[in-house]
């Protein structure tokens, strides 16, 4: 099985920073992908940003282009989110999904909440 575990998570201030972490474990074979997804309270589940392991290709949600950043270490099968001029509306947990060829998987997310 696979578990992924994210840290990072917490209150911060409008205009504050935080840098979300995700570990995949397991039985990671197959794994081509990572990325983020988060969940504000009412909405449904949302992409945020994205990693090939293969090329270093990415990508991020038009919503926070410019404000985050995302990163990995593919022999560690860890992924990051740097997220910068947070903003209320960011507010939301924030999940990570490893992307196999067999199945995807996901964590059991991190609560980030931005003060306004």
């Known amino acids: 099985q696979v578990q992924l575990a994210e840290s990072g998570g917490g209150l911060v201030q409008a205009g504050g920073s935080l840098r979300l972490s995700c570990v995949a474990s397991?039985?990671?074979?197959?794994?081509?992908?990572m990325g983020w997804f988060r969940q504000a309270p009412g909405k449904e589940r949302e992409f945020v940003a994205r990693l090939w392991w293969s090329g270093g290709a990415a990508t991020v949600a038009d919503s926070v282009k410019g404000r985050f950043t995302i990163s990995g270490d593919k022999a560690n099968h860890t992924v990051y989110l740097r997220m910068n001029s947070l903003k209320p509306e960011d507010t939301a947990v924030y999940f990570c999904r490893l992307f196999t060829t067999n199945q995807d998987f996901w964590g059991q997310g991190t609560q980030v909440t931005v003060s306004s």
């Open positions: 397991g039985r990671t074979i197959g794994g081509y992908s």
